[in-house]
């Protein structure tokens, strides 16, 4: 690929007091790609995730989004320059309905992409149309993930960091959030995937990163991991 | 007692609810946002009242009809909102991530500068407003006559409930407001700048306190002291209806607005006590109040003693300080003597409550409550029942360790910031009983020849006998928290949940500890009385409660010896300063601020971890 990585991140590193969790990690994230990043509990995905939108105390050499540097930014700015981030535990705002997440997550788009409104994503997520004014407490697990997407995608990102949308859902609604993964990147929206979930992974992703005690063992394409059978074995388990 | 009597006092319940809710409904909304309990909230309805009742003549002058009086009370509110953003953009953004305690005693130094301010600004006499144009003449209601400006104010509660439910709901920056209330790092992560909308936040509270007080000035002056008075009442309301809910805000100032209505007319006295007896009886119903919902804990609560190695020269330091002791008498003069005979009794009590904050992580915003309790029972033993010192100290140190006892039972129910305010509600408790049962307590005067036996009067015998009992209770206390007892306290402080795990009975553990701090400050109380000569009821009131925190503050919380240091370093500033200047409270205030923002480790744990740095 020739054209410069939407989403640059040069030798990451993160720790937790004294607790190191990320020992450098390098890696870029194309406009309409979906990397993978997978490894086991605990090796360092979602710290990773959340260094980048500066949730978490991080250094690096260098971190850029569309070319321009993340540095110490806060992290409204950061997510204001494009980059939407969906937490692993999804912390809708429970007290609201759907549609006031939706417009709590509302940005303006930045460039000439039409922007998500609450009536496309509700075609994306036809079960969320069904309970506009339904109030988060009162949602299943699958319906919280698919708001948190949806709420996110209300900012109109570039690209997204996605943590462990499987987890905890049924099988069902996973088929439908890896549709939703295709629809963004059909979009034109690069994703960031972490998870647990390999067949999930493996399903929609086009490269993949596998991270083990916040180190990078792998870094290629889907089709090179898959390959790579005894590294698999070794880092996944699978 | 007929019926349009009692509809009456219904109406005027009514009004004073509306006034009550419009104030408290900016504290809630703001706590709701910021985490922060902002005593500073009082202050706000104050420079509202004063601001208003000095502009509003003006512009009546202009003889522009009766909208110039709506117009200068917005006015005012609109002032008081902005002065609520300087607040916000100077100090309370530098704190949101503070512990509780830090953000209360911050917040209360903003109430002492706001307090010398006011007075430098509009000059130290009363101001009364202006009538309301238009609404000067009563209406008549079932044959009696009814101020019709109250009517307006009945209004003006649903109206203000209405506006900020339509805000709330209907318009995104209500949303946001709502998101950020249950998760601000997540709206962050959607893209929104919370700092404006916490700034947005709180110029809508101090508007909202701002429009409560200008209210007000038809009917009452602007006076200082309207702050601390209208605090307490707040935060009644917002701890009652469950701190963040307008709605529940809005019921609970309507049940203590017709309360205070009715209840004067069954107890003439005793308004304050129906109130505060209102609170203490909902908590321990509901713990987080009518609507309000469990504090996600931040893990932020918790700073206190940590177990660190003992300083080899721990004995020396402590024979040192001793010794010194002992050997003032030989050096000091009488003054001196007075001087250091306060400051250990104050030791004594800023230590009590390190027991409570430093070790239990409970943090006690109405220790004052047994300061004062140790020191009305032994004024009243002597008085009443003409017992010696030596009886009548113990007796105030029963008092104060049973109060403490029946306190701590509701108190070890709760957390966080609903335990703060229920201390504070049951010190004003016994605050309202001190000052409002004139008969016993001799009401605002207090009781006066509370003097030491003969063997212990003179200012060398009774530095010495207080020297004494004060090194005893100071041991003692050390050895508690160094004891296994301690350590379950100190476990329980910073992790409840594992504490319970391991099996530790923590509520029977810090039902036990805030007994023996009650009784501790009881003690000091005892000494303080006697060493005074007098009591009266400000010795229970918030600013006592607010002197043991700052020189906990001041000496440092995480450290043992800090409330000692803390005391002593109080008390020689105020010594040295307070006859200098008419401005001690504004300088109190800035120091109790920038202790919380530049030393947060006091002054013991300052020099301590330059100490841990250097090894």
């Known amino acids: 690929m020739s054209t410069p990585p939407l989403l640059e991140i040069w030798n990451l590193t993160a720790s937790y007091g004294r607790a190191q969790v990320l020992f450098g990690l390098t890696f870029g994230l194309h406009a309409g790609e979906v990397l993978a990043l997978v490894g086991r509990n605990g090796a360092g995905k979602t710290t990773t995730l959340k260094a980048i939108m500066g949730l978490v105390p991080a250094t690096a050499q260098k971190a850029t989004f569309k070319g321009h540097s993340l540095g110490r930014l806060p992290t409204y700015r950061i997510a204001r320059m494009g980059l939407g981030y969906v937490p692993e535990d999804r912390r809708i705002f429970t007290d609201l309905t759907v549609e006031e997440n939706l417009e709590a997550g509302r940005k303006a788009a930045s460039g000439g992409r039409s922007p998500w409104t609450p009536e496309r994503l509700f075609k994306l997520f036809p079960n969320l149309a069904e309970m506009r004014g339904r109030r988060g407490n009162q949602m299943s697990g699958g319906e919280q993930q698919m708001l948190a997407i949806a709420r996110t995608l209300m900012g109109n990102p570039d690209a997204i960091l996605l943590d462990e949308p499987s987890e905890g859902i049924a099988p069902v609604i996973v088929q439908m959030m890896a549709e939703a993964i295709r629809a963004m990147k059909a979009e034109g929206v690069a994703v960031l995937l972490s998870e647990q979930n390999w067949a999930f992974a493996a399903g929609i992703s086009d490269r993949a990163i596998v991270i083990e005690r916040g180190e990078m063992r792998f870094h290629g394409t889907m089709a090179e991991l898959m390959a790579d059978e005894p590294l698999r074995a070794e880092t996944l388990g699978v | ?615």
């Open chain 2, 1 to 615: 007692m007929d019926l349009s009597f009692l509809a009456i006092q219904a109406l005027n319940g009514l009004s004073s609810a509306s006034s009550l809710f419009i104030t408290a409904c900016g504290l809630t909304l703001v706590f709701g946002v910021t985490r922060i309990v902002n005593f500073a909230h009082g202050s706000l309805y104050m420079i509202g009242a004063y601001t208003a009742a000095t502009l509003v003549p003006r512009l009546l002058e202009l003889h522009f009809g009766p909208v110039t009086f709506w117009a200068g009370i917005l006015a005012s509110a609109i002032i008081v909102g902005l002065i609520g953003v300087l607040i916000e953009v100077l100090l309370l953004r530098r704190i949101y991530g503070a512990p509780e305690l830090f953000q209360l005693l911050a917040t209360f130094g903003v109430v002492l500068v706001v307090q010398d301010l006011a007075i430098l600004v509009f000059g130290p006499e009363d101001i009364l407003g202006p009538r309301a144009p238009g609404l000067r003449a009563p209406v008549e209601i079932l044959g009696r006559r009814f101020p019709s400006y109250e009517l307006v104010l009945i209004a003006a509660g649903p109206i203000v409930l209405g506006l900020v439910w339509l805000l709330l709901r209907k318009t995104r920056f209500g949303v946001l407001v709502r998101a950020a209330t249950q998760d601000r790092e997540m709206i962050a992560a959607l893209g929104v700048n919370q700092a404006l909308l916490f700034t947005g936040t709180l110029f809508l509270g101090a508007f909202l306190a701002g429009l409560g007080g200008a209210l007000q000035i038809p009917r009452v002056s602007a006076h200082a002291g309207m702050d601390l008075s209208i605090i307490a009442e707040a935060f009644v309301v917002t701890v009652v209806g469950g701190m963040g809910s307008v709605p529940g805000a809005f019921l609970a100032a309507l049940i203590i607005g017709q309360l205070q209505a009715f209840g004067i007319l069954i107890f003439p006295k005793s308004t304050l006590v129906v109130v505060f007896l209102l609170m203490a009886v909902v908590l321990a119903i509901r713990p987080y109040g009518f609507f309000g919902r469990p504090e996600a804990v931040g893990g932020t609560h918790a700073v206190g003693i940590a177990s660190s190695k003992r300083s080899p020269y721990a004995g020396l330091i402590a024979l040192a300080v001793i010794g010194t002791g002992l050997s003032l008498p030989l050096i000091g003069d009488a003054y001196m003597l007075k001087v250091a005979t306060e400051i250990l009794i104050f030791a004594l009590f800023a230590f009590s409550l390190q027991l409570l904050i430093g070790v239990s992580g409970v943090v006690s915003f109405g220790h004052a409550a047994f300061f004062g309790l140790g020191a009305y029972g032994a004024a009243l033993s002597l008085k009443w029942f003409a017992l010696p010192m030596e009886a009548a100290l113990p007796a105030g140190l029963l008092l104060a360790a049973a109060g403490a006892l029946l306190i701590g039972g509701f108190v070890v129910r709760l957390s966080g910031i609903y335990l703060a305010m229920m201390t504070l509600a049951a010190a004003q408790i016994i605050y309202a009983v001190a000052f409002q049962w004139v008969d016993v307590t001799g009401g605002d005067n207090g009781i006066v020849g509370v003097w030491p036996s003969a063997w212990a009067s003179g200012q060398v015998p009774f530095y010495l006998f207080t020297l004494a009992l004060v090194t005893i209770a100071v041991l003692l206390l050390m050895r508690i928290i160094n004891a296994p007892f301690g350590y379950a306290l100190r476990a329980a402080r910073d992790s409840e949940a594992r504490a319970e795990a391991i099996g530790l009975t923590i509520r029977r553990h810090r039902w036990l500890a805030f007994t023996i701090s009650g009784a501790a400050a009881g003690l000091a109380g005892g000494l303080y009385a006697f060493s005074r000569g007098s009591v009266d009821p400000s010795l229970l009131g918030i600013p006592t409660s607010v002197d043991a925190l700052t020189m906990l503050l001041i000496g440092g919380i995480q450290t043992v010896t800090g409330p000692l240091v803390g005391a002593g370093f109080l008390h020689v500033l105020r010594d040295q300063i307070m006859p200098l200047t008419s401005l001690w409270r504004l300088l109190l205030g800035l120091i109790i601020i920038a202790i919380v923002l530049v030393f947060p480790r006091g002054l013991v744990g300052t020099v301590r971890g330059w100490g841990e740095e250097r090894s």
